[in-house]
């Protein structure tokens, strides 16, 4: 049960897009289509931002997007705005029957 | 409004046992799976355990198989997680979290605030 692979930090200026990557394997993000992102502001309980890979949950901004390719999931947040700076996760099942995590990404919005 | 309240946490002592408790509101609690993750200090999600709806279908983390025990009581709306032979590397923020249907594949969507676990001496 690895946990799946994420840059710790990316940073982008308010209006710009930036691209978070999450690898994994044909075990976990590329075998399933059930994989999400949160966001997760200090102190806060992580939000589903994404789930089964693409779809957003009722409420949550269309500046964010989710895709797949292979084994590598992608979270974009286009439009940058100073509320999107926060910790980043993907999650995925896998083949075990369990699911993972990956470590995070620290957004900053320079 | 969905709500997740989880209650138990607290510190314990190395090889010493918690029960976290999660009592669900707002949602009908017998559809869907549910999940506990946790945080550790600074440090990112850890998925530890997923009961499906009807308690035929549990799975656990690898570093918490053969210590932590899930169950849950529909009748009550609550969702546990026993753990035993704590260590000091349990030490988290343990959140209890709905799946987005029957089963613990679904992604967890609503989370509870968290419960705060330290197991030192």
């Known amino acids: 049960q690895s946990a799946l692979t994420q840059p710790a930090s990316v940073s982008g200026s308010p209006g710009q897009s930036i691209t978070i990557s999450c690898t994994g394997s044909?075990?976990?993000?590329?075998?399933?289509?059930?994989v999400s992102w949160y966001q997760q502001h200090p102190g806060n309980a992580p939000k589903l931002i994404i789930y089964e890979v693409s779809n957003r949950p009722s409420g949550v901004s269309n500046r964010f997007s989710g895709s797949k390719s292979g084994n590598t999931a992608s979270l974009t947040i286009s439009g940058l705005q100073a509320e999107d700076e926060a910790d980043y996760f993907c999650?995925?099942?896998?083949?075990?029957?369990?699911?993972?995590f990956g470590g995070g990404t620290k957004l900053s919005v320079l | 409004e969905v709500q997740l309240v989880e209650s138990g946490g607290g510190l314990v002592q190395p090889g010493r046992s918690l029960r976290l408790s999660c009592t669900a509101s707002g949602f009908s609690f017998l559809d869907y799976a549910m999940h506990w993750v946790r945080q550790g200090p600074g440090k990112g999600l850890e998925w530890v355990s997923g009961i499906n709806w009807n308690s035929d279908n549990l799975e656990y983390a690898d570093s918490v198989k053969g210590r932590f025990t899930v169950s849950r009581d529909n009748a009550k709306n609550s969702l546990y997680l026993q753990m035993d032979s704590l260590r000091p590397d349990d030490t988290a923020l343990y959140f209890c979290a709905r799946a987005r249907g029957g089963h613990f594949r679904y992604s967890p969507d609503q989370w509870g605030q968290g419960t705060q676990v330290t197991v030192s001496s």
């Open positions: 999650s995925s099942y896998t083949r075990s029957t369990t699911r993972v």
């Open positions: 044909s075990s976990d993000v590329g075998g399933y289509k059930y």
